[in-house]
Nanobody
């Protein structure tokens, strides 16, 4: 399973680092994505990172503000979020898949919920 942590309430312009911990399996062989879903909106794929080449992707909405990274030794993936805006308020999910690769089909498949493993989500609220 995947477990996200690090969400919370932050003021606009602030930063948070989300963590995604894997248990029961190793992330070494998985491509990882971060998704978010705001109330009344569809799930959005915001970032992902591949196995091996560590290829990354960022949605335009977060490019330049968010950074994804992975630490295979710790079996963790992180999402550093800077310059947060009110529109970043959402539940954030990490998801993993061995087949769908970042930069190819991982984000489209993830927005439909078709990835192997999902976390339960962590709430990020950006508000003054």
């Amino acid at each position: 399973q995947l477990v996200e942590s690090g969400g919370g309430l932050v003021q606009p312009g602030g930063s948070l680092r989300l963590s995604c911990a894997a248990s029961g399996f190793t992330l070494d062989y998985y491509h990882i994505g971060w998704f978010r879903q705001a109330p009344g909106k569809e799930r959005e794929g915001i970032s992902c990172i591949s196995v091996g080449d560590d290829n990354t992707y960022y949605a335009d909405s977060v490019k330049g503000r968010f950074t994804i990274s992975r630490d295979n030794a710790k079996n963790m993936v992180y999402l550093q979020m800077n310059s947060l805006k009110s529109e970043d308020t959402a539940v954030y999910y990490c998801a993993a898949d061995r087949v769908f690769k970042c930069g190819s089909s991982l984000v489209p498949m993830g927005t439909r919920g078709h990835l192997e493993v999902w976390g339960q989500g962590t709430l990020v609220t950006v508000s003054s």
